[in-house]
């Protein structure tokens, strides 16, 4: 165990009564929070002087004019504004980290591919130099598409910084624990549990228990949301109230401290003389939030025939096309099968849209063999994929019964754009070379013969 951080240094607001410790609940909602009493101003935002000498500033997440259901911005009252925050910038390199577009020329993204998990290579990394871009798609430079990581951490930031002014950014814990410094509060997260950290928001990452493993997506695109539920209902699925928001957490601490940007793909860096997490009180709805993913709650059929996989879907990110994603995040965890006459696994398909699946732990059912906690696998657009011949066989053959799913967390990053691999994907990660063998031993079954099943 590797513990580096208890956040010693910041001072918290109080949680609401009858509300996890250090966290509000909801998504999307307009919070307010303050973690010295009185600095939060009320009935207004930007009043002539501010209690106990704080700067008011707004922090926007989308534009001024966006319709009101999609308006999200937050009012800091910090102890300096962002612009101390800021010096002369020079340009860094993070070598493994990369934006789209990308496209090696010496690399085929056209394939199924599926990777054994990125091992721990005793270096020391932190989250920034500890990123592993697998895959690219769309274009940072117009804000649409996505990037995959696998993060390696094994040491926290210590007086460095960090924002993305590129993207909307999704973490999925698979090992170890982490802790994000935020401008507006303290996430510490765990595998089973996912963050979602606005664009433009400054952060740093402290290792709790280490060494940490876990995958990103980078969203270049409109922010993520909550799926439209149709005839579903209000009900299951992802339900607002279990995503928590942190309380404002500010530290008051002089040291040289360095800040670290990215900008339409490129890295820069500045040098400050001070903490830049000093936002004592804020409130509104462009916010950072964790959210457990066993409290996410899959529907399903109940009778006969397999839905599309669009049904586990936790969060969605949207296109300007309606109904097609830029990202969706689907989540296929524990669950029942109960269809009758029915092949349950997911059956054989081509896609219009990509898909990047990662295993967080157990096994999942339409590849018992080979996909492995930690691992990867990319299905891209227009592709043919499926079953092995031991998940086919298995499901065509067995008595169908109630059965539960058991042990099982995968998820998938599924986007509109085709998925390029990076030059780390195809020659240092741990691909396995015989992926595309699993569906060699697939037989032929036709009998011609009428009416013969």
């Not at 960090?162 to 509060?185: K, M």
């Not at 228990?209 to 579903?232: D, H, S, T």
């Not at 086919?392 to 053959?397: K, R």
Request: glycine share 8%.
């Amino acid at each position: 165990m590797n513990r580096e951080s208890d956040a010693h240094d910041f001072v918290q607001a109080d949680a609401p009564v009858g509300t996890t410790e250090g966290y509000m609940p909801g998504f999307g909602n307009d919070f307010e929070t303050e973690a010295l009493p009185g600095a939060l101003p009320q009935g207004m935002n930007s009043p002539q002087k501010c209690n106990y000498g704080l700067y008011g500033e707004q922090l926007s997440g989308t534009a001024f004019t966006a319709p009101l259901h999609q308006n999200e911005r937050t009012w800091c009252y910090r102890i300096r504004p962002s612009v101390k925050h800021s010096n002369r910038y020079s340009k860094i390199d993070l070598p493994y980290w990369k934006s789209a577009p990308h496209v090696d020329p010496d690399v085929i993204s056209l394939g199924q591919y599926r990777w054994d998990p990125v091992p721990h290579a005793g270096e020391k990394l932190t989250w920034l130099t500890g990123m592993r871009t697998m895959t690219t798609a769309g274009d940072v430079n117009t804000q649409v598409g996505m990037a995959s990581h696998v993060y390696l951490v094994t040491q926290s930031m210590k007086d460095t910084y960090f924002y993305s002014a590129d993207s909307e950014t999704l973490v999925i814990p698979q090992e170890g624990r982490l802790r994000f410094c935020t401008e507006l509060g303290i996430i510490d997260l765990e595998p089973t549990e996912i963050a979602i950290l606005p664009r433009g928001l400054l952060y740093r990452v402290e290792v709790l228990e280490g060494p940490a493993r876990g995958f990103v997506c980078e969203n270049y695109g409109q922010k993520f949301q909550l799926p439209g539920r149709g005839p579903i209902g209000a009900n299951c699925m992802a339900n607002r109230r279990d995503f928590k928001t942190p309380v404002a957490a500010f530290e008051d601490r002089e040291a040289p401290s360095t800040v670290t940007i990215k900008w339409c793909g490129q890295f820069h860096e500045t040098r400050i003389g001070h903490s830049p997490l000093d936002v004592v009180a804020w409130h509104g709805n462009y916010a950072p939030c964790k959210y457990d993913l066993r409290t996410y709650c899959p529907v399903g059929a109940i009778l006969f025939d397999h839905p599309d996989p669009s049904i586990f879907t936790v969060l969605t990110a949207p296109s300007g096309q309606e109904g097609t994603a830029n990202i969706d995040f689907v989540l296929f965890r524990e669950r029942w099968m109960v269809a009758e006459n029915t092949f349950r696994p997911p059956w054989y398909h081509k896609n219009i849209m990509s898909e990047l699946m990662g295993n967080i732990y157990g096994q999942y059912d339409a590849k018992p063999q080979g996909f492995i906690p930690g691992g990867l696998s990319l299905h891209n657009m227009m592709l043919p994929h499926g079953p092995d011949r031991q998940a086919f066989e298995g499901a065509s053959n067995a008595t169908l019964e109630a059965e539960k799913l058991d042990n099982t967390m995968s998820f998938m990053l599924e986007t509109r754009f085709p998925q390029h691999l990076t030059r780390f994907a195809a020659q240092e990660a741990p691909l396995q070379d015989d992926y595309i063998d699993c569906w060699a031993d697939l037989e032929k079954k036709f009998d011609g013969t009428p009416g013969k099943k």
